[in-house]
């Protein structure tokens, strides 16, 4: 299957302790080709920005960045693993390492959201 993430919006069903990404964030994707971008923002983030290459089966290699409510820079990468849910939105099961702060490791899932 090839999976377009372009204009899709996802919001986080679960996180690891370590993230600061939660239910009240969104995220916006935009695609050209295997280049993936997107802006998140909500709940304890501010602002964020990440970047990512797809690889053929929809897989995403990403980087990202954000400040959260304290006012920090937070940076890290991200694999995210995408699944087409029954009824035709994507799930994102993502393996996730701050490049920031302590280098904690994680996981997230996101689902999308409709508009």
């Known amino acids: 299957m090839g999976f377009n993430y372009h204009g899709r919006q996802f919001c986080a069903v679960a996180n690891s302790d370590t993230g600061e990404v939660n239910g009240e964030t969104r995220f916006v994707y935009q695609q ?3 280049l993936v971008w997107g802006t998140y923002s909500g709940g304890a983030i501010r602002l964020g ?3 990512a290459v797809m690889s053929e089966n929809g897989e995403l290699d990403m980087r990202y960045h954000h400040v959260n409510a304290a006012g920090q820079l937070q940076t890290g ?20 390492r701050w490049t920031s702060g302590d280098g904690a ?11």
């Open 32 to 34: 050209a080709g295997d």
């Open 105 to 115: 490791t994680g996981t997230s899932v996101l689902e999308q959201i409709l508009p």
């Open 49 to 51: 920005h990440l970047i």
């Open 77 to 96: 990468i991200c694999r995210s693993v995408p699944t087409v849910l029954p009824d035709g939105r994507y799930r994102l099961a993502e393996s996730w």
